[in-house]
């Protein structure tokens, strides 16, 4: 599975020397979307970490591994909204997240050249 992301130069640059990916054979724009799919078995994909946060049991996640391609997570807000609890809570989230582990197999971004990933 693929879908619509952009990705830098590294990130274009992983995706082409993996050889073990298979070619995409179906093209999505939600997360939750390749989550049902690969957890119904109907193919796998490669996701960033976050895209993962509650994951079904039926997926099974992987490590890419020490050279996989990373990503960062920003956030802004106002001063005034910088205390609210649900700023607080998103910015809690996001660090817990930074501290899980990267990009793992499950699904594939796309506009990142050559991905692939594929249907059993």
Do not use: F, K
């Amino acid at each position: 599975m693929d879908w619509h992301e952009n990705c830098g130069s590294y990130t274009r640059a992983w995706w082409v020397r993996q050889d073990w990916i298979p070619r995409a054979t179906v093209l999505t724009e939600d997360d939750g979307a390749v989550l049902s799919m690969v957890g119904n078995g109907h193919g796998m994909a490669i996701m960033p970490a976050l895209s993962l946060t509650g994951a079904p049991d039926s997926v099974d996640v992987a490590d890419l591994g020490a050279d996989r391609p990373t990503r960062s997570v920003g956030y802004v807000t106002t001063p005034e909204l910088a205390s609210s609890l649900a700023v607080r809570a998103l910015i809690r989230e996001l660090r817990a997240a930074r501290a899980g582990s990267p990009s793992q197999i499950v699904g594939s971004p796309s506009n990142c050249g050559d991905r692939r990933s594929a249907l059993p």
